[in-house]
């Protein structure tokens, strides 16, 4: 098992920024892929960035939300820059064995989520 504990979302203005983390315990950190993804009310979960445990890095939000990951801490960061109100969501970190996914069905593990609210 892998508990995941998100933190760091909030109320913030538009062109602000927010850095989310995710504290990983459980099995060995090393053997995960971890993800990002956010889920606005009435739409689908969507995927936001991954990256496995060498540090390579895929991201749909370019320029904008940067992922990284400290090992020695077993922590993931997502760090969010120039928000707008359409980032408005509840952002979920997830593990995956071995690289990560894009599709957020083939996630192993999940956190709580937090809410990040982006006002106009």
């Known amino acids: 098992q892998v508990q995941l504990v998100e933190s760091g979302g909030g109320l913030v203005q538009a062109g602000g920024s927010l850095r989310l983390s995710c504290a990983a315990s459980?099995?060995?950190?090393?053997?995960?892929?971890m993800g990002w993804f956010r889920q606005a009310p009435g739409k689908e979960r969507e995927f936001v960035a991954t990256i496995n445990w060498s540090g390579d890095v895929t991201d749909s939000v370019k320029g904008r939300f940067t992922i990284s990951r400290d090992n020695a801490k077993n922590t993931v960061y997502l760090q969010m820059n120039s928000l707008k109100p359409e980032d408005t969501a509840v952002y979920y970190c997830?593990?995956?064995?071995?690289?990560?996914?894009?599709?957020?069905?083939?996630?192993?593990?999940w956190g709580q989520g937090t809410q990040v609210t982006v006002s106009s």
């Open positions: 459980g099995r060995t950190f090393r053997d995960y892929a």
């Open positions: 997830a593990a995956v064995r071995g690289s990560g996914r894009y599709d957020y069905t083939e996630y192993d593990y």
